[in-house]
């Protein structure tokens, strides 16, 4: 997926959850991407915020460690 369309639709998500306290909303985010983004897109955003993750909201890096730590434990 083109990466400004991935941060569009990350950020997207964040807005959502962002009326929600900011643990819930976190947890909220690492659940949408996981359920609902398949494993090529999941990859693509995992490696994005490696690399700084510009652009994206507050929000979604620290649900994508979430979805880091969920990924590397289902690797196991």
Known sequence: MN???MVHKANQIAL???S???EE??????DHLQKF????MRRQILA???NGGSGLH???PP?????????SARAS
């Open 48 to 50: 994005y915020v490696a």
């Open 20 to 22: 929600f306290p900011p």
């Open 37 to 40: 983004w398949e494993p090529r």
């Open 16 to 18: 959502y959850f962002a």
């Open 58 to 60: 507050e929000l979604v």
């Open 25 to 30: 909303g976190i947890a909220g985010i690492a």
């Open 3 to 5: 990466p400004e369309l």
């Open 63 to 71: 649900a994508v460690e979430i979805l880091r730590e969920s990924e």
